[in-house]
T-cell receptor
Framework: AQSVTQLGSHVSVSEGALVLLRCNYSSSVPPYLFWYVQYPNQGLQLLLKYTSAATLVKGINGFEAEFKKSETSFHLTKPSAHMSDAAEYFC????????????FGSGTRLLVRP | DTEVTQTPKHLVMGMTNKKSLKCEQHMGHRAMYWYKQKAKKPPELMFVYSYEKLSINESVPSRFSPECPNSSLLNLHLHALQPEDSALYLCASVSTGGFGRNGNTGELFFGEGSRLTVL
């Protein structure tokens, strides 16, 4: 069964520092991969998606992610953290079979220190 | 129109009540989902409908009853819920037309959710 692993339930960075949130997937066939962000008391917002067109994917709010098949990873980065980036981040994978099942990682809460 | 609309946004119900959550999309998506999200946890898949037929039921208790009356609507009927069922319920939809073709990247579109409190 496919699974998504996010290392680190909490990540704390200083404002202006590099943000790195880790995501690994387990699948013999690379699934479609996504990063979602959730602000307090809100729904899910898509940050970016991997579609196999390019391994480096740029998303909204200055975030990007790199797909590495050899490492089965899809880590999320942002060069310079902003206070408004504080939120919960979920990595997710969509199975490519007919079940259309989207599986979420456990989430990483990003804290940004002034 | 790229929206998934969920109503109501907030619902408070007693354990003996019967209520329903509604979800609507007009993007022509033929797969629709219900997810349950508890505080500080990832969304948990409950049900998937594909072409208006239930394709996945993740062992959800029978007090939750999904219904897909047509390709645009998805309901979740609630009856005899427990306080631990209090959560954010998210609806989502995805295009099923040929992943990887015609710009279909398998992106799920989520509604804002219905926040349910069971007293």
């Amino acid at each position: 069964a496919q699974s998504v692993t996010q290392l680190g339930s909490h990540v704390s960075v200083s404002e202006g520092a590099l943000v790195l949130l880790r995501c690994n997937y387990s699948s013999s066939v690379p699934p479609y991969l996504f990063w979602y962000v959730q602000y307090p008391n809100q729904g899910l917002q898509l940050l970016l998606k991997y579609t196999s067109a390019a391994t480096l994917v740029k998303g909204i709010n200055g975030f990007e992610a790199e797909f590495k098949k050899s490492e089965t990873s899809f880590h999320l980065t942002k060069p310079s953290a902003h206070m408004s980036d504080a939120a919960e981040y979920f990595c997710a994978a969509l199975t490519m079979d007919s079940s259309y099942k989207l599986i979420f990682g456990s989430g990483t809460r990003l804290l940004v220190r002034p | 129109d790229t929206e998934v609309t969920q109503t109501p946004k907030h619902l408070v119900m007693g354990m003996t009540n019967k209520k329903s959550l509604k979800c609507e999309q007009h993007m022509g998506h033929r797969a629709m989902y219900w997810y349950k999200q508890k505080a500080k946890k990832p969304p948990e898949l409950m049900f998937v409908y594909s072409y208006e037929k239930l394709s996945i039921n993740e062992s959800v208790p029978s007090r939750f009853s999904p219904e897909c009356p047509n390709s645009s609507l998805l309901n979740l009927h609630l009856h005899a819920l427990q306080p631990e069922d209090s959560a954010l319920y998210l609806c989502a939809s995805v295009s099923t037309g040929g992943f990887g073709r015609n710009g279909n990247t398998g992106e799920l579109f989520f509604g804002e959710g219905s926040r349910l409190t069971v007293l």
